[in-house]
């Protein structure tokens, strides 16, 4: 696509835009109990074409300022979403990230590359101080890419969600832009 930001990683891993013909591919992926088991709830399961549509249509649709959501690609194939999504209020200059690797992709260093990619980007491009994740504490392999990273874990947030019934502790983790 002409003029489309791309921003290429390692091992043939790089973050684009959205594209609406993405959904079918985002449907197969979020299809995928394993995966979900590890994101908030909300997402339809199984999650279909149209659902990906919405989705889609709504991350391009987002104001440019506060939302930086990107298709991750392993080579020409869909392998995963990654998204920093700017606070409110007093934390405007702090973002949330979230992201999920399709699960025949796991463990080849896409989540890695994409998070470094995004936060690189988001760093150099806005007035963003400080990016955030929270993991739940189970989710050993989530952790493990914002450690490798640069991520620095914060602390416990001590019974912070239930989740399949579970009441789960959640990790807190933060990159800072170097001032
Ligand atoms: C978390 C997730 C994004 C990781 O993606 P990925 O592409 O497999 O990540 P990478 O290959 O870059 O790194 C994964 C690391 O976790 C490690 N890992 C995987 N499973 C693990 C486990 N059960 N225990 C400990 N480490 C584990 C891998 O060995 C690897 O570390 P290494 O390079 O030191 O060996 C992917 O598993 C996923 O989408 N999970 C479901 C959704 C999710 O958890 N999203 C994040 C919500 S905060």
Redesign the pocket.
Known sequence: MKDELILSGSGGVSLRPWRLSDAPALGELLSNK??????RDGLPYPYTAEDGESYISSMLKGDKNKLFAFAIVLGDKL??SIGAFRQSNIHSRTAEL??????S???????????KLLCRHVFETTDILRIY????AT???????LE?SGFRFEGTLRQNAVKNGNILDMHMYSLLKKL
Request: glycine residues 16%; hydrophobic residues 40%; proline residues 3%.
């Open positions: 394993k995966l979900q088991d590890n994101l392998a995963g979230g992201y999920y690797v399709g699960e992709f796991w463990g080849r260093g896409v989540g890695t590359t994409a998070v994740a929270e993991p739940f989710n050993a392999a989530s952790c493990r890419v490798k």
